[in-house]
C-alpha cells in the first residue's frame, strides 16, 4: 500500500506539473504534442489565472490534511508532499501571469506620434476591439480612439455601418480614416464574422488585398507607396466543439504571417480566440505580443464580466520585432461587449 501511495503522488503530481506546459510532453514523445490544442483542454489551458486559484485552493485543503494526519495519526508525509507540488504548481502558473504583466495604466503616456502636419517620432497606436456586433457602441469605440491617439482600429463582429460612424466621428479638418470591411462564416451569423479596419490618413493611402483564409472575415491592408507597416486584422474562430477543427485552420493561417514568408514591418490585431499557452502561439516566430511587451499580457481581455485577473487574453496585437518596439499598453472596458478592448503603442525601430 505504502508503494501504491507513493505512485500515486507521483503521477498527481506530474500531471499538476505538466498543467504549466502540456507541450512539454512532445519532448518525451513527438506524438504526443498538441494537447493544449484538442478539445476540450484546449479550453481548459487557456484559463491559467483559474488553474492558479484552483491549483491554490486544493493545495491548501491537501496540506492541511496532511498536517493533521501527521500530528494526529503519525502519517501525511505523501500528503504533504503533494500538497508542496500543488503549491508549487500554483505559484507557478501565478508567475507566468505576472511575468506577462498585470499592471494596467489608467491612462496612455501622451501621443507623441503621427500627425496631420507632423510625424513625430513616428509612434502609432493600435486599438484590438471585438465589439460584440455593436454591443459596445459607436459611441464607446470613438471615445476609445480619441482618448488612446488611435492611428488604427480593428473591430472585430462589427458592421460596415457602425465602422463608417466611427470613422465619421473621427473625422477631423486634417486627417480621415479609411475603413476596410471582410465578412465570412456560414449565412444568418450576422455581424459575428464580419472585421472592420479603420486606418489613418496620417499613415498614408492603403489599398485592401486579401487576407488569412479564415472562415470569418479577415482584413489586410497595404500602403499605396509601398511605404509603411502592413495592416492585418483576424478574428479566428472559437474553440469550441462544433468549430475546433476550423479554429487550429484559422489560427495556423494566421500565425503564418509570423513566419519567414509572412510580410516585413507587419501589424496584425484583433481576437484571436487563442491565448500565449496554445501551441500556435508558444513560437510567435518573427513576431512578438504587445500585450507582454507592454506590461498588460497577463490580464484578461475575455469575459470582460469578470475581473481581469480571471478569465484569458486572447486578443491580441503582433508585430514585427525588428520593425517595432512596444512602448505602452492599455486594456479598455466600455460598453456591453464580452470583451475588453486592447490598445498598443508602437515606436518603429528598424529600416
Not at 270 to 287: E, S, W
Not at 307 to 316: F, K, M, Q, R, S
Amino acid at each position: 500500500m505504502r508503494v501504491i501511495g507513493w505512485v500515486l503522488v507521483l503521477v498527481l503530481g506530474a500531471a499538476a506539473v505538466l498543467t504549466l506546459n502540456p507541450e512539454w510532453l512532445a519532448r518525451v514523445d513527438p506524438d504526443w504534442a498538441g494537447l493544449t490544442t484538442a478539445y476540450p483542454f484546449s479550453q481548459l489551458f487557456a484559463l491559467r489565472a483559474l488553474l492558479a486559484v484552483a491549483f491554490a485552493v486544493v493545495a491548501a485543503v491537501v496540506l492541511v490534511v496532511g498536517v493533521v494526519r501527521r500530528r494526529w495519526f503519525h502519517g501525511g508525509t505523501r500528503t504533504l508532499l503533494l500538497g508542496v507540488v500543488l503549491a508549487v504548481v500554483a505559484g507557478g502558473h501565478g508567475w507566468v501571469l505576472v511575468d506577462r504583466g498585470l499592471s494596467n495604466p489608467a491612462e496612455l503616456p501622451a501621443d507623441r506620434g503621427l500627425r496631420p502636419a507632423d510625424p513625430g517620432d513616428g509612434t502609432l497606436t493600435v486599438v484590438a476591439y471585438n465589439t460584440r456586433e455593436g454591443r459596445t457602441g459607436v459611441g464607446d469605440v470613438t471615445a476609445t480612439a480619441e482618448d488612446t491617439g488611435a492611428d488604427v482600429l480593428v473591430l472585430s463582429e462589427t458592421s460596415a455601418e457602425l465602422a463608417q460612424d466611427v470613422a465619421s466621428r473621427l473625422a477631423g479638418e486634417d486627417e480621415t480614416f479609411q475603413v476596410f470591411m471582410a465578412t465570412g462564416g456560414p449565412e444568418g451569423i450576422g455581424d459575428t464574422g464580419s472585421t472592420a479596419m479603420l486606418v489613418s490618413t496620417t499613415l498614408g493611402e492603403y489599398v485592401q488585398v486579401p487576407g488569412p483564409a479564415t472562415e470569418r472575415g479577415a482584413v489586410r491592408a497595404e500602403p499605396a507607396s509601398g511605404v509603411g507597416p502592413v495592416l492585418v486584422g483576424v478574428h479566428a474562430m472559437p474553440p469550441v466543439r462544433e468549430t475546433h477543427d476550423q479554429w487550429l485552420v484559422d489560427i495556423d493561417a494566421v500565425m503564418d504571417l509570423c513566419g519567414s514568408r509572412g510580410p516585413d514591418g507587419m501589424i496584425l490585431a484583433g481576437d484571436l480566440n487563442t491565448t500565449l499557452d496554445h501551441a500556435p502561439m508558444q513560437d510567435l516566430g518573427r513576431c512578438t505580443d504587445g500585450s507582454v511587451e507592454a506590461g498588460v499580457g497577463g490580464l484578461a481581455t475575455w469575459p470582460a464580466q469578470l475581473p481581469a485577473l480571471l478569465g484569458t487574453a486572447i486578443d491580441h496585437v503582433l508585430v514585427d520585432a525588428a520593425r517595432y518596439e512596444v512602448t505602452a499598453g492599455q486594456l479598455v472596458d466600455r460598453g456591453e461587449s464580452d470583451h475588453r478592448g486592447l490598445v498598443v503603442r508602437l515606436r518603429p525601430v528598424g529600416p
